[in-house]
């Protein structure tokens, strides 16, 4: 099993639509996880920290659930802005800071 | 302003030759990464360093080789031997272990 997994998607959405990714983890010490928004041919960019239970910003949520090892990121009201890749990853054994493939969104108009 | 910065953003090299990409960070932080990303891919660690003077190897760190001699320098080398070195790599930094990683804008690497 990968150490971060995430569904790769498109998921294509309109504008205006709650959307809703989930990233799976198979080390169940890992303390924290982080949202990253990468734009085509960027690098990728800080969206939310998660560290306990979950955390909110606007019209992002990210949740985590350390029994089922999985934390989820919710957009609300997508604009087509959100547009973009949507990559999870933390800390996992020996420090190693792990990445999901990212899952790619689509707002449209 | 403080940050992470990469050199060049882009390179191209002849097959056979080593190339060595720049990454400094004036953030005055402890742990720094180097990830390979290929397209429609995520990122894939390759090497990374917690202290100076100490660095682990990543998943993908065959043909690549790292020197951490300073707290702010951290260079990766891109040897002959790594079989498909064109890609973008991704330099990053963080404060600790579980805190959130800082990225430099990339360099491009084309090998023909």
């Known amino acids: 099993r990968k150490e971060v997994e995430q569904d790769p998607g498109p998921f294509n959405v309109p504008e205006g639509a709650t959307v809703a990714f989930n990233c799976t983890y198979s080390?169940?010490?890992?303390?924290?996880f982080f949202w990253y928004r990468q734009d085509c041919r960027k690098e990728p960019k800080l969206l939310m920290s998660?560290?306990?239970s979950g955390n909110e910003d606007g019209r992002f949520t990210a949740q985590l659930n350390r029994a089922s090892q999985y934390i989820s990121l919710l957009i609300r009201d997508s604009k087509l802005s959100d547009s973009a890749t949507y990559l999870c990853?933390?800390?996992?054994?020996?420090?190693?800071?792990?990445f999901g493939p990212g899952t790619s969104l689509s707002v449209i108009p | 302003d403080g940050g992470i910065t990469q050199s060049p953003k882009y390179l191209f090299r002849k097959e056979g030759q080593n190339v060595t990409l720049s990454c400094e960070q004036n953030?005055?932080?402890?742990?720094m990464y180097w990830y390979r990303q290929d397209p429609g891919q995520g990122l894939r660690l390759i090497y990374y360093?917690?202290?100076?003077?100490?660095?682990q190897k990543g998943d993908i760190a065959e043909g690549y080789s790292v020197s951490r001699e300073k707290k702010e320098s951290f260079p990766l080398t891109v040897t002959s031997a790594q079989k498909n070195p064109t890609a973008f790599y991704l330099c990053?930094?963080?404060?600790?272990?579980?805190?959130?990683?800082?990225f430099g804008n990339g360099t491009r690497l084309t090998v023909t």
């Open positions: 360093s917690q202290i100076v003077n100490d660095f």
């Open positions: 998660v560290y306990s």
């Open positions: 990853g933390g800390p996992t054994s020996y420090d190693k800071v792990i």
């Open positions: 080390n169940s010490a890992s303390q924290s």
């Open positions: 953030l005055n932080h402890d742990a």
């Open positions: 990053a930094s963080s404060i600790q272990t579980n805190s959130p990683l800082h």
